[in-house]
């Protein structure tokens, strides 16, 4: 049984404009560092709130896509994936 790891989700909603199955349209996807380096990610659904900028378990927060859009940094981040 294959695992599916949540940068594979990431990676096909970013690639898909945020669609992923029959999970809502988030409003924005995020990229961070945790407090041990690792690598994380996270998506905000409509009537969530987002307080990414002020959580002391974030660091170097990454805007991935927001308004429907993938951001400058969520194209990079695609290119980045092999």
């Known amino acids: ?8 989700i990431i990676v096909t909603m970013l690639k898909n404009n945020g669609v992923y199955e029959d999970a809502p349209v988030p409003d924005s996807i995020w990229s961070y560092t945790g407090m041990n380096g690792e690598q994380l990610y996270a998506c905000f659904y ?35 994936v092999p």
């Open 1 to 8: 049984m294959a695992t599916i790891s949540f940068k594979w």
């Open 46 to 80: 409509p009537g969530s709130y987002c307080d990414i900028f002020d959580s002391p378990y974030v660091k170097t927060p990454l805007l991935l896509f927001a308004d429907r859009e993938l951001t400058d940094a969520g194209q990079e981040f695609l290119r980045s």
